[in-house]
């Protein structure tokens, strides 16, 4: 079954500096998508980046960047000089059994970015 | 810029009301998706359409939600009859799935209380 572990349940960090989420999955799928979403304070699920499991380049989008191994099972994210609005929960997701659009969430980490 | 629209965006009601949420998908996706996020279960699926057809409900409790696709631009998700349990933020994604998963994006979501 499918299954996506985010560990830190909370990160507490101070502007400008660097910070990274982690997110462990599970699968015996070989083809499989990752996801990250962003939920601010408003609420809203924003989506950052979608990551299929045959592309293990890292990918880096201004601030943001992503890790993704394959053989450790991970899709780090990791952001650059935070910012008091990247504070937010943020999701990572994996696609369902057979890569089907049931995505399989994980808990979330909250990212507390102080001034 | 397309997105996915909700309403009611907050609902507050009593125990045994009808409750009625509606989703306007973006305009040529063909895949809309109900979540329900609580603080104990985070983000589950309860159900989804392709081309308005029902794919899956299997995450939705049977006697008293109904999710439903009148036509391609609005989905509903009822609950009758409500309950406290049923408080949480309901979110609506749509996607446009062409063989291969593609990115959902989620609207804004409802909050519900419900007393």
């Known amino acids: 079954a499918q299954k996506v572990t985010q560990a830190q349940t909370e990160i507490s960090v101070v502007e400008k500096e660097d910070v990274t989420l982690d997110c462990v999955y599970e699968t015996r799928d070989t083809t499989y998508y990752l996801f990250w979403y962003k939920q601010p304070p408003s609420g809203e699920l924003v989506f950052l980046i979608r990551r299929n499991s045959f592309d293990e380049q890292n990918e880096i989008s201004g601030r943001y960047s992503w890790n993704f191994q394959k053989s450790t099972s991970s899709f780090n994210f990791t952001i650059t000089a935070s910012q008091v609005v990247d504070s937010a929960v943020y999701f990572c997701a994996l696609s369902g059994e057979g890569g089907s659009e049931k995505l399989v969430f994980g808990k979330g980490t909250k990212l507390t970015v102080n001034p | 810029d397309a997105r996915v629209t909700q309403t009611p965006r907050h609902k507050v009601t009593e125990m045994g009301q009808e409750v009625t949420m509606r989703c306007q998908p973006i305009l040529g996706h063909n895949t809309v998706f109900w979540y329900r996020q609580t603080m104990m279960q985070g983000l589950e699926l309860l159900a989804y359409?392709?081309?308005?057809?029902?794919?899956?409900d299997s995450g939705m409790p049977k006697d008293r939600f109904s999710a439903e696709m009148p036509d391609a631009t609005l989905a509903t998700l009822k609950i009758q009859p409500s309950e406290p349990r049923d408080s949480a933020v309901y979110f609506c994604a749509s996607g446009l799935v062409r063989g291969k998963l593609e990115t959902q994006y989620f609207g804004p979501g409802t909050r519900l209380l419900v007393l």
């Open positions: 359409f392709r081309n308005r057809a029902p794919l899956d």
